[in-house]
């Protein structure tokens, strides 16, 4: 029984995330998915997964991580964020039981990436640290038969499962949805401090590759001063090289009056990034060739020429740029 405390009146508490959950016999937790079984509890959704196909891994976003290459990507139900603007709320928040669902074990798994010779698999489309287990299971196994392992993560998570989660995955895009507590706090039930700490321990105690995610909400979390404050963060906590995408938001769930965000405040908020010293900037969603390329951040030449998802040059070789031999940060064949 890890990451759970037994406690008087068949109470038990749940130890993965900093929501700390405290269930009674027969209740489930915060995201939906985790229950008190009156022995332990237990995740519901093992085996279980919603959304199995295969992406360009350029769509989780990660543009440095083995380019071009397909990733297995699938999810399960639930979250253990509260975001008002969730674009996948049709599952994390789905309650209903005949929701249907895939039952694909963790060796299924493995032989469906390796018949369709995918690099890797994702846990995405809901955060997997609420399925834990079932992430790591499969994650472990992806591992021993050599296939890389990705996840898409709110990073809102308590330090010692962290731990154990990381250990297994080979990338990760951790969001990083606004740089306020009170933005977190308002938007998403939930807090910016414990998601910061997930982000520095993954980049700089972990073998992960790690790129960040923020999209951004007109009025919200799209001010220059937020997008400043929130690279200096990055500079200094993380160093230059960790890759930032800034996707664009469309209306949905409990924010359908909010506007799409345009591609101007993307533009703005990536040249915000780069002036404060980052190497590594792109837009997301909204995309052209300029902004979704990768440059060498010595050279500055094109490295990697995409528009979006689609890649049109590949100027490495061995990972290092070839028209001045800089590596260029992140994992290549
Ligand atoms: S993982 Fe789920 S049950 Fe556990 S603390 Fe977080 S929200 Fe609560």
């Known amino acids: 029984m890890k990451y759970q405390t037994l406690l008087s009146d068949n109470k038990i508490q749940c130890n993965i995330c900093p929501r700390n959950c405290i269930l009674k016999k027969g209740q489930e937790g915060f995201c939906h998915v985790r229950k008190n079984n009156g022995n ?26 083995y380019p071009n290459t397909p990733v297995l990507s699938f999810g399960t139900l639930g979250c253990n964020m509260g975001c008002q603007f969730c674009q996948n709320w049709k599952t994390t928040k789905n309650k209903n039981p005949d929701f249907k669902l895939n039952k694909t074990s963790p060796q299924e798994i493995v032989q469906i990436a390796k018949h369709y010779n995918c690099k890797s698999v994702a846990f995405t489309y809901n955060d997997p640290i609420i399925f834990f287990e079932y992430a790591v299971d499969c994650a472990k196994l992806c591992q021993e038969n050599d296939i890389k392992t990705v996840a898409v993560t709110s990073g809102f998570i308590n330090p010692e499962p962290a731990k154990e989660f990381f250990q297994y995955m080979d990338a990760a895009n951790i969001d990083l949805k606004g740089f306020s507590e009170d933005f977190y706090k308002k938007n998403c039930h939930a807090h910016l401090k414990p998601i910061l700490d997930t982000i520095k321990y993954v980049k700089n105690e972990t073998n992960c590759w790690v790129e960040l995610t923020t999209m951004l909400i007109k009025g919200e979390n799209d001010s220059p001063d937020m997008i400043q404050e929130q690279c200096e963060w990055i500079l200094e906590n993380l160093g230059p090289d960790v890759p930032l995408h800034f996707s664009a938001f469309f209306p949905n769930y409990k924010f359908t009056n909010y506007p799409a965000t345009d591609f101007e405040t ?61 590596k260029c940060d992140g994992r290549f064949s």
């Open 40 to 65: 332990e509890i237990v995740l519901t959704t093992y085996g279980y997964n919603t959304g199995l196909a295969i992406d360009p891994i350029e769509k989780k976003p990660l543009y440095q991580f």
């Open 266 to 326: 993307l533009i703005t908020a990536r040249n915000i990034a780069i002036r404060s010293g980052l190497n590594y900037v792109y837009t997301g969603n909204l995309a052209n060739v300029q902004t979704s390329s990768t440059y060498c951040k010595n050279c500055h030449k094109p490295i990697i020429v995409r528009n979006g998802y689609n890649l049109f040059e590949y100027n490495l070789k061995n990972g290092n740029c070839i028209f001045c031999n800089t």
